[in-house]
């Protein structure tokens, strides 16, 4: 989702480096033969694949064009098989989707809204299964004028209650089973692993230094260690343990109202754009209305860990990995054991984070896996023009991080984590979106999708473009591995946009066709092969669909881009997740038939029933190769 236009803006560097000054910065250190290769355009090659050459196969598959219309596409020799849909059962009490007559006691026992990230976790096929798995997918949040046919004409004041209480239903998540036989998957209704998770009815509990404390306090939890639910679930994570990671990320825009005079949230919520009044729920719940219940929004905004396997499990807010707008949170198992999670800050000028468990991954000790995330430390990333990055930790007492600021504790630390990343001199990215680390080459991809309010005062080394309306994809490489070093290096992979127009100052490899560049980078996967694949929110500002990318990483390939798959019209390409085989891809379609004026009765498409009354449906599909093996060969 891309964030409104009523947030503030971030504090920024001021800087008065130039573009040429950037690309001399960076040169200098490549050297003359990497800067022949600059001048022929070339994105970011040299050291760095080097660094991480791994010999991967080549994409082959035939890419499809550029465009947008009102249905899917998908590359020659790909099927692409809707899975579930927005209001599909996944128990066999569900109501028949009715798009007429939703509640939100249907909701809890159907697919929610805007699906995006999607986790596999594999499990033993019966008899008679060619493969078996739970799916765990992310409900980011409701687009009201789409999914429900009487909003009023005064939206948002005009939700009702009942509109309201439905939508906090489609929020959340979906843990379900799904099998295969030969090339059809399925959802397995009433499977004991199913589960909705919803903003309103799923009790959690709070961990970390924040868990408990006096500004987490609310009338309805007066511990402060319990939550009702979650919302804004956008990207997440699998982890090393089998456990499945929820972020809450613009979960500012659900509160409405007024702080009280002077209340001590007054500098925390306006970093975070509290309240940002998308929503008027807070008319008919308390908990939504800052001036009814100022301490909630400091309840949300954090890494949610759910354990698939056992429904009745409360998830846990971790409070240790901070509270921001998270992105996502994938992890990684370092050599020594210690478990890594990066994540980003999706703002316009906000941070790229990791944090590093005090604990150790032991896979024989699966109970103690599950506290990893409860204590660790926090790094927000300052990226140098040298091509290093030092991670600088988030950590109470450490420079600017003390009572004079404002921080009188750990927990105000991760509470306030923009405001402390602010004071550390962290460099303001252009919307952070995943971030991916890959253990088996030692990178880790960074989507930066956009930041069209950067101006020409505020470019930096890795943020080098002014208005930039089309992102860059960063690969930054943990010496020999180390995902817990403090000093990391960075590159660019490509920087996103038409590459035929000299003023938008994009790069990409120069084999890259006129259907295979992109803008607007936001979630992204590595297949079992270790070949990076990306997915799309804003493309559209190019003036085609939005959709799923490979892009070659290593050798003279690198920084190759081509176009594997196309949303329908008004949608983003969210979840990108391959099963362990590598031979079925899982795509999640957000939002489709969005767009300016589009409204349920008219929607830009409606895909995917293509049924006159019946609005569009958020949905996942899974894409087999024809006769079956890996994708995108
Ligand atoms: Fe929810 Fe950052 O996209
Ligand atoms: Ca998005
Ligand atoms: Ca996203």
């Known amino acids: 989702m891309d964030e409104r236009e009523n947030l503030p803006l971030n504090p920024c560097v001021e800087t008065q480096t130039?573009?040429?000054?950037?690309?001399?910065?960076?040169?200098?250190?490549?050297?003359?033969?990497?800067?022949?290769?600059?001048?022929?355009?070339?994105?970011?090659?040299g050291g760095m694949q080097a660094l991480a050459a791994h010999g991967l196969p080549p994409f082959r598959f035939t890419e499809i064009s550029r465009g947008v219309d009102h249905t899917h596409?998908?590359?020659?020799?790909?099927?692409?098989?809707?899975?579930?849909?927005?209001?599909?059962?996944?128990?066999?009490?569900?109501?028949?989707?009715?798009?007429?007559?939703?509640?939100?006691?249907?909701?809890?026992?159907?697919?929610?809204?805007?699906?995006?990230?999607?986790?596999?976790?594999?499990?033993?096929?019966?008899?008679?299964?060619?493969?078996?798995?739970?799916?765990?997918?992310?409900?980011?949040?409701?687009?009201?004028?789409?999914?429900?046919?009487?909003?009023?004409?005064?939206?948002?004041?005009?939700?009702?209650?009942?509109?309201?209480?439905?939508?906090?239903?489609?929020?959340?998540?979906?843990?379900?089973?799904?099998?295969?036989?030969?090339?059809?998957?399925?959802?397995?209704?009433?499977?004991?692993?199913?589960?909705?998770?919803?903003?309103?009815?799923?009790?959690?509990?709070l961990t970390g230094p924040a868990a408990g404390h006096e500004?987490?306090?609310?009338?309805?939890?007066?511990?402060?260690?319990?939550?009702?639910?979650?919302?804004?679930?956008?990207?997440?994570?699998?982890?090393?343990?089998?456990?499945?990671?929820?972020?809450?990320?613009?979960?500012?825009?659900?509160?409405?109202?007024?702080?009280?005079?002077?209340?001590?949230?007054t500098r925390n919520y306006e970093r975070f754009g509290v309240p940002g009044g998308w929503y008027a729920w807070g008319q008919h719940v308390d908990r939504y209305d800052v001036g009814k219940e100022p301490n909630e929004p400091n309840r949300f905004g954090w890494i949610v860990e759910v354990d698939p396997h056992n429904p009745q499990a409360a998830p846990r807010k971790h409070t240790a990995l901070g509270r921001f707008k998270h992105e996502g949170a994938e992890?990684?198992?370092?050599?020594?054991?210690?478990?890594?999670?990066?994540?980003?800050?999706?703002?316009?000028?906000?941070?790229?984070?990791?944090?590093?468990?005090?604990?150790?991954?032991?896979?024989?000790?699966?109970?103690?896996?599950?506290?990893?995330?409860?204590?660790?430390?926090?790094?927000?990333?300052?990226?140098?023009?040298?091509?290093?990055?030092?991670?600088?930790?988030?950590?109470?007492?450490?420079?600017?991080?003390?009572?004079?600021?404002?921080?009188?504790?750990?927990?105000?630390?991760?509470?306030?984590?923009?405001?402390?990343a602010d004071l550390l001199g962290a460099t303001p990215m252009d919307r952070p979106e995943d971030v991916e680390p890959d253990p088996r080459s030692g990178s880790v991809w960074i989507m930066l999708t956009n930041n069209y309010r950067r101006t020409e005062a505020q470019v930096d080394a890795a943020n080098p473009r002014a208005a930039n309306n089309w992102g860059q994809i960063i690969q930054l490489v943990e010496p020999e591995g180390d995902f817990t070093a403090l000093r990391s290096r960075w590159e660019f992979l490509v920087r996103c946009g038409d590459p035929k127009q000299p003023e938008v100052?994009?790069?990409?490899?120069?084999?890259?066709?006129?259907?295979?560049?992109?803008?607007?980078?936001?979630?992204?996967?590595?297949?079992?092969?270790?070949?990076?694949?990306?997915?799309?929110?804003?493309?559209?500002s190019t003036g085609a669909a939005d959709g799923l990318w490979a892009l070659s990483t290593e050798g003279t390939e690198r920084g190759t881009g081509k176009a594997f798959f196309r949303c329908p019209v008004g949608a983003e390409l969210c979840g990108p997740r391959f099963t362990p085989g590598g031979d079925t891809l899982f795509l999640a379609i957000q939002h489709p038939g969005d767009g300016d004026g589009a409204t349920f009765d008219a929607p830009s498409t409606r895909w995917p029933d293509f049924e006159d009354g019946k609005p569009p449906r958020p949905s996942i599909v899974a894409i087999r190769r024809k006769g079956g093996g890996p994708i995108g060969i």
């Open 331 to 420: 992890s990684v198992v370092a050599p020594n054991g210690q478990v890594v999670v990066y994540m980003g800050d999706d703002q316009r000028f906000d941070y790229v984070y990791k944090f590093i468990s005090k604990g150790r991954y032991d896979p024989a000790q699966p109970a103690a896996n599950r506290e990893l995330l409860t204590e660790g430390t926090l790094y927000v990333a300052r990226f140098d023009a040298d091509g290093t990055v030092s991670w600088l930790p988030l950590r109470h007492g450490y420079g600017p991080l003390t009572a004079a600021n404002g921080f009188h504790s750990q927990a105000d630390v991760m509470i306030e984590a923009r405001s402390a």
């Open 505 to 540: 100052m994009a790069s990409w490899n120069p084999a890259t066709s006129d259907n295979g560049w992109f803008g607007s980078p936001d979630n992204c996967a590595v297949d079992p092969a270790g070949r990076l694949w990306v997915s799309t929110d804003g493309n559209s």
């Open 18 to 45: 130039t573009l040429e000054e950037l690309v001399s910065l960076r040169l200098s250190r490549r050297g003359l033969i990497r800067s022949a290769i600059a001048t022929a355009g070339l994105a970011g090659l």
């Open 73 to 205: 596409h998908v590359a020659a020799g790909h099927d692409a098989q809707l899975l579930i849909r927005w209001g599909d059962p996944l128990f066999s009490d569900a109501p028949a989707f009715d798009p007429h007559a939703q509640t939100a006691a249907a909701q809890r026992r159907q697919f929610g809204y805007n699906n995006d990230f999607i986790g596999y976790i594999p499990l033993v096929p019966e008899a008679g299964q060619d493969e078996r798995g739970i799916l765990c997918v992310n409900h980011e949040y409701t687009t009201s004028l789409l999914m429900l046919p009487d909003v009023g004409d005064e939206y948002p004041a005009s939700i009702t209650a009942a509109q309201g209480a439905t939508e906090r239903a489609a929020h959340g998540g979906s843990v379900f089973e799904v099998v295969r036989q030969g090339d059809q998957w399925q959802a397995v209704i009433d499977s004991p692993y199913n589960r909705r998770i919803t903003a309103d009815s799923t009790p959690m509990t």
């Open 215 to 265: 500004r987490l306090r609310t009338g309805d939890d007066p511990e402060g260690r319990t939550v009702a639910g979650t919302m804004n679930n956008c990207a997440g994570g699998i982890t090393p343990w089998g456990t499945y990671l929820m972020a809450e990320e613009n979960v500012n825009g659900n509160f409405m109202g007024s702080l009280p005079e002077g209340h001590r949230e």
